[in-house]
C-alpha cells in the first residue's frame, strides 16, 4: 500500500510535523510511505524523523524569488508574479501563506498522484485534496487541532469534509462535535490518539528541580502565564529554576516580563531544542499553559515518556486525555494563574508526590499510546478503506452527501453545533452516563454531555430552572443559601452557602440529583480535577470554592445548547473580621455581587423572584441599586412585506410620480421580506427579555406567524403614527417613518429601534444600552461620513447623515464625522419630541419623501444620538458587532463563525444592491443560518405558522 502524507511546510518545528513524522515511519515499515511538503523553509528539517524518510517537495521558498522543485521552464520574473498573486484553491482567510506558483505546483503534484492513500493534515490542504485527488485514491484528513476552536482556518473542513472518505481526529471531543456539526454529511469518523515516538529516551529521575517547558513562544501558548507563577512562588522555592524552550514573536516580551520580575538568574528562555529528550532527562516537572488550540500535544507524551510530572491547564481538548489527575500529574482550571502556581508548589514541595507522579507517567504512557497500538489503528483504516474503493456506492454516497451539505446552507456556509470550552468526560464517567441514557431514553448525546433536546426553552428560562433545581435540592436537605445579585445580563443565577455547610450542600446535590443529567462544573477543586462532573458525584469530590449546577439542553437543530452559561453557581463564602467591633463578615470567594463581594450576613431577611418563584435573599438586592436601570424598556420595529400586492401596486403608483422616480433607494433590496422579523423577534426574546412591550410599525401589514392576541405586542399603522397622513402615505422611506416614532401610543421614554436585519447574539441587559440614570448609549462606526457636499449618487443613509452633519455644525459648531453600528439603536422618546420641534421643517420635510432621497435626515440612526450626545443626554460606548453581507459569497463563511462561537453581542445580515450570487443561494443561506442561530420560537409567533 502507497501512502502520501501531504504537509503545508515539513521542514518546519510543529506538533503536526512531528506527529505526521511519527506515523509515517511506522507504517514505513510494511508500507511504501512519501511526505509530500508543499514548501521547502529550510536547507535541512527540523525534525531528525524527516531525513528518514522520502520528502517531496513542490516549492523552493529557501530562493528568492521561490520557485518549483521540479524541473521547470519557468523564469525568474514569472515565479515572481505567481508568488504575488493569492491562492485560487486555499481562501487566503484559511491559510494565507498559500500562493498561486504553490496551487500550479499542487495541481501538477496531486492530479497526477498515484497512491493508494492521501492523508491530509490541515483544512487548508484538505481542500485542495479533495478538488484535485483521481477519485481512486482514498482520501483521509487527520485533524491535528480541536476543530471547534479553530476559527476560519476550520471552515474548509466543514464545507469539504463531505468529499472525504475518512476524517480522523485525535479526541472523541472533537470526533462528536464535527459529527453533530456535518449530521448526514460526515464521512467515515474516526478517533485515533498520537503516539509516543519510537526510540531511546533517556529517564528523568524525579530529583532536578528543573521545571522543563517547551513552546512556541506566541500568544496562544500562554508561556507568560508559567513565568507569572513561577514568580509567585519563587521565593518560597529558592532551588527551583524554569527553564523555556522554543522561539516565537512573543520573545521579547517575555524577557521584559522575566526582568520585571528581577528572575534573569533563575527563568531561562533558551530557543529551540533539537534534542528534548535530554532536556526532559533533566526536568522535574512541565507545565502546559497552552489555550484552547491544543488537540493531543506530542510534548506532554515525551514528557511523560520521560518520567516528568505535568501541570496542565485543563482546556477543551489534549492535557485532560494525557495526563491523569493525581496520578501522573495535575490539572487546573485554564487561565488561573493562582491555581497554576499552587499545583507547582505542590509538586516542588512533595518529592514523594512527584516522585510517584513519575514513575506512573512513564508506565501508563506506553500503555495507552504505544506506537504499535496506535500504529495497527491506522494500518486498519486505511486497508480498509482502500480494500472498498472500487465499491459503486462509494462515489454516489460522496455526491449525495456534497449535495446535502449544499441544501443545507449552500457553498459557502455549514450550520454547525456549539461547543463548550470544558473538557470532556472521563471513560468512567462516560460509562456512568450511558447507563444513565439507557435510564432516560429521550437523552441524547450533545457536545460530550447527556442533554434533553427541547425546542421551547428561551435562555432566562433555562436560568431560572437551573436555579430552581438547585436550590430545590438544597432546601431538600435543609441546607440555608441566599439568592444573590451579582454583575451580568441575568442569564445566570448564584447561590450563596455558608462554607460551613458545604459538605452538606454537595451531600444534598449528589443525593437529590442521582441518576438525573444534571452536571456541575467544579470552581476552584482542591483535590479533583476542574472540569464538568455529574452531579451525583459531588459529595466524592473533596473541597472546592464553589460550583455551577445546570441541566444541558439542545434544539433539534443541534444548533444552540442552553448549558454551564445559564447554570446556578453555587458559592461557599467564608466569614472574615472578628468577633468584637463590627463583628463577622462573609465574603465571596470568587467574583462579587452588586453589593461588593462582602455582606454582613447569610440569613436571609427578603425575598427575591424569579420566575415563578421567590428565593431567601437579604435586603440589599431588593432595593434599587445604583447600578441598576430602573426604568421600562420598550422595542420598536418597523417592516414591510415587500410581497404583498397591494403593496406592491402602491410603490409602483408612488414610483411613477414626478420627482420620486429619481429618488435614491428605490431599489427591491430596501424592502426585501426574507422572514428576518421573526428571527430578529427571537434574539430579542431569547437575549433581552427585560424589553416590556415590543411596537410592529408597518403600512397596515401583518406577519401570518404573528400573534397580535400576544399582550406584549402592538401592530401600529402608518395612519395612526403620522401627524399628516394624507400628505405623507403611503410612504416608502424608513427616514420618513423614523421621524414619527416619538407619537406611538403608549410608548415608554427609553425603547430600543430595531430593523428587521438587526439580531441581538448572545445575552444582554437594560445597561447594555441604557445607563441607570436614563442616558442612552450609542456606538460610533469605523466607517466615516465625508467632508464632502451631498450628491446625487450618495447612498440615503449617506446623504441624511450629511444632512444630519450640517443642522449640528450650524447649531452647535461641532462636526460628525462618522456613522454608527447597526444595531439596536438607544432612544428616548422625549427627545426625539424635542428634535420634532427644534428641526420641524427639516424633518417635515423628510417625513413627505415617499422614498429616501438627498433631502433626508436620518433621525434614529444618527441624528438622535448626536444631538443627545452634545446636549449632554448620551454617551459613547462600545458593542461586539459583525456585519454581515448576505449577497457577496465571501461573507459566508462569516456566518459559520457567527453561529459558532455565538461571540457577537449583536450582528447585522443585510444585503447589498447588485452582485452576481443567485437569488435563490442568498435565501438559502440566510434562512439556514437564522433556523439554527435562533431555533426557539419567541412567545410573539403564533403556536402554528
Known amino acids: 500500500m502507497k501512502i502520501t502524507y501531504l504537509l503545508g511546510w515539513g521542514d518546519e518545528m510543529g506538533g503536526t510535523e512531528l506527529a505526521t513524522y511519527t506515523q509515517a515511519l ?54 515572481r508574479t505567481l508568488a504575488a498573486l493569492p491562492s485560487e484553491l486555499i481562501d487566503p482567510a484559511w491559510e494565507s501563506a498559500f500562493d498561486r506558483l504553490a496551487d500550479v505546483e499542487l495541481r ?73 456539526s456535518l449530521g448526514a454529511t460526515a464521512p467515515e469518523l474516526a478517533v485515533i490518539p498520537n503516539a509516543v515516538p519510537d526510540g531511546f529516551r533517556p529517564r528523568a529521575d524525579g530529583r532536578a528541580k528543573v521545571v522543563v517547558m517547551a513552546a512556541r513562544l506566541t500568544g496562544e501558548k500562554r508561556v507568560d502565564h508559567a513565568v507569572r507563577a513561577f514568580a509567585r512562588i519563587a521565593e518560597a522555592h529558592p532551588d527551583w529554576t524554569l527553564r523555556v524552550f522554543g522561539t516565537g514573536h512573543r520573545e521579547q516580551s517575555l524577557r521584559r516580563l522575566v526582568d520585571a520580575y528581577a528572575l534573569q538568574d533563575r527563568v531561562e528562555l533558551l530557543g529551540p531544542c533539537q534534542d528534548m529528550a535530554a532536556e526532559w532527562a533533566k526536568a522535574g516537572m512541565t507545565l502546559m499553559t497552552a489555550g484552547h488550540n491544543e488537540a493531543f500535544p506530542l510534548v506532554l507524551l ?54 510517584d507522579f513519575a514513575r506512573a507517567a512513564r508506565k501508563g504512557v506506553y500503555d495507552r499510546f504505544s506506537s504499535a497500538r496506535v500504529t495497527a489503528l491506522w494500518e486498519e483504516l486505511y486497508t480498509r478503506l482502500v480494500e472498498g474503493r472500487d465499491r459503486p456506492e462509494r462515489l454516489a454516497e460522496r455526491a449525495d452527501k456534497v449535495a446535502l451539505g449544499v441544501a443545507s446552507g449552500g457553498p459557502g456556509f455549514r450550520p454547525t453545533a456549539p461547543h463548550a470550552l470544558v473538557a470532556g468526560a472521563p471513560a468512567d464517567e462516560r460509562a456512568r452516563e450511558e447507563e444513565i441514557r439507557a435510564a ?21 428560562r433555562m436560568a431560572a430552572l ?49 441518576g438525573r443529567p444534571v452536571y456541575a462544573e467544579l470552581v476552584r477543586p482542591r483535590d479533583a480535577a476542574p472540569g464538568v462532573v455529574l452531579a451525583e458525584r459531588l459529595d466524592s469530590l473533596g473541597e472546592m470554592a464553589g460550583l455551577k449546577v445546570f441541566k444541558p439542553v439542545t434544539t433539534s437543530t443541534l444548533s444552540l445548547r442552553h448549558g454551564v452559561q445559564q447554570a446556578c453557581t453555587v458559592a461557599f463564602w467564608t466569614r472574615t473580621g472578628e468577633p468584637e467591633g463590627s463583628g463577622w463578615a462573609w465574603r465571596a470567594p470568587f467574583g462579587s455581587t452588586l453589593a461588593g463581594y462582602q455582606l454582613p450576613s447569610l440569613t436571609p431577611t427578603a425575598r427575591l423572584r424569579v420566575g415563578e418563584r421567590e428565593y431567601p435573599t437579604v435586603e440589599v438586592f431588593t432595593q434599587l441599586l445604583m447600578k441598576d436601570v430602573g426604568f421600562p424598556v420598550d422595542a420598536v420595529y418597523t417592516w414591510v412585506d415587500d410581497a404583498d400586492p397591494q403593496w406592491r401596486a402602491a410603490r409602483a403608483t408612488a414610483l411613477g410620480r414626478p420627482g420620486d422616480a429619481a429618488s435614491a433607494d428605490t431599489g427591491p433590496v430596501r424592502f426585501r421580506n426574507r422572514d428576518e422579523l421573526r428571527y430578529s423577534l427571537r434574539s430579542l426574546a431569547m437575549y433581552a427579555p ?29 395612519r395612526e403614527l403620522f401627524a399628516d397622513p394624507d400628505a405623507c402615505l403611503p410612504t416608502f422611506n424608513s427616514h420618513a417613518i423614523e421621524t414619527q416614532l416619538h407619537r406611538i401610543d403608549g410608548l415608554s421614554e427609553h425603547f430600543l429601534y430595531l430593523n428587521d436585519d438587526m439580531f441581538l447574539g448572545r445575552p444582554t441587559a437594560p445597561d447594555t444600552f441604557f445607563l441607570p440614570n436614563g442616558l442612552t448609549r450609542f456606538f460610533w462606526s469605523s466607517v466615516s461620513v465625508p467632508d ?158
Request: with cysteine.
Open 440 to 460: 432516560h431514553p429521550h437523552l441524547i448525546r450533545s457536545v460530550g454531555r447527556l442533554a434533553e433536546q427541547r425546542d421551547d426553552v428561551l435562555a432566562a
Open 466 to 514: 437551573n436555579l430552581d433545581l438547585t436550590a430545590s435540592a438544597l432546601q431538600a436537605h435543609d441546607v440555608p443559601f441566599i439568592l444573590v445579585r451579582t454583575h451580568g445580563s441575568g442569564a445566570s443565577h448564584t447561590l450563596a452557602v455558608a462554607d460551613d455547610h458545604r459538605d452538606a450542600a454537595l451531600k444534598a446535590l449528589a443525593e437529590v440529583l442521582q
Open 690 to 718: 427585560w424589553v416590556r412591550h415590543v411596537y410592529l410599525v408597518t403600512a397596515g401589514q401583518v406577519p401570518a406567524w404573528l400573534d397580535t392576541a400576544h399582550p406584549g405586542v402592538t401592530v401600529v399603522d402608518h
Open 26 to 79: 511506522h507504517l514505513a515499515e510494511r508500507h511504501d510511505v512519501e511526505v509530500l511538503s508543499v514548501f521547502r523553509t529550510r536547507p535541512e528539517p527540523f525534525f531528525p524523523e524527516a531525513r528518514e524518510l522520502p520528502v517531496r517537495y513542490l516549492v523552493d521558498r529557501t530562493l528568492t524569488p521561490e520557485r518549483p522543485v521540479r524541473a521547470s521552464r519557468l523564469d525568474e520574473a514569472a515565479c
Open 788 to 945: 464632502l457636499p451631498v450628491s446625487a449618487a450618495d447612498e440615503g443613509y449617506l446623504a441624511a447623515a450629511k444632512n444630519n452633519r450640517e443642522l449640528l455644525r450650524r447649531d452647535f459648531g461641532r462636526t460628525a464625522t462618522h456613522c454608527l453600528l447597526h444595531v439596536p439603536y438607544a432612544l428616548r422618546r422625549s427627545v426625539l419630541q424635542e428634535l420634532a420641534e427644534r428641526y420641524g421643517r427639516e424633518l417635515a420635510a423628510t417625513a413627505r419623501n415617499r422614498f429616501r432621497g438627498t433631502g433626508d435626515h436620518s433621525v434614529v440612526s444618527s441624528l438622535f444620538q448626536h444631538y443627545a450626545y452634545l446636549t449632554g443626554r448620551a454617551v459613547p460606548a462600545s458593542i461586539t458587532y459583525d456585519f454581515v453581507d448576505i449577497a457577496d459569497r465571501d461573507h459566508h463563511a462569516r456566518l459559520g463563525r457567527l453561529l459558532q462561537s455565538r461571540h457577537k453581542t449583536a450582528f447585522c445580515v443585510g444585503e447589498s444592491p447588485g452582485g452576481s450570487l443567485a437569488e435563490e443561494e442568498r435565501a438559502l443561506a440566510l434562512r439556514a443560518f437564522l433556523a439554527a442561530y435562533f431555533p426557539v420560537r419567541s412567545p410573539y409567533e403564533r403556536a402554528k405558522g
Open 302 to 355: 515525551e514528557a511523560l515518556a520521560a518520567g516528568v510530572p505535568v501541570v496542565a491547564y485543563d482546556v477543551l481538548t489534549g492535557p485532560a486525555e494525557i495526563v491523569r489527575h493525581r496520578v501522573d500529574g495535575l490539572l487546573v482550571p485554564p487561565g488561573d494563574v493562582e491555581q497554576l502556581a499552587s499545583a507547582m508548589a505542590e509538586l516542588m514541595s512533595d518529592d514523594t508526590t512527584r516522585f
Open 108 to 180: 501538477a503534484a496531486l492530479t497526477t498522484l498515484d497512491s493508494d492513500v492521501l492523508v491530509t493534515t490541515t483544512p487548508a490542504l484538505l481542500a485542495a485534496a479533495v478538488e484535485l485527488a483521481p477519485a481512486r485514491v482514498v482520501t483521509v484528513h487527520q485533524e491535528h487541532r480541536p476543530t471547534q476552536r479553530r476559527g476560519s482556518s476550520g471552515e474548509p473542513l466543514l464545507l469539504h469534509a463531505p468529499r472525504l472518505d475518512a476524517l480522523v481526529t485525535l479526541t472523541e471531543r472533537t470526533r462528536e462535535w464535527i459529527a453533530e
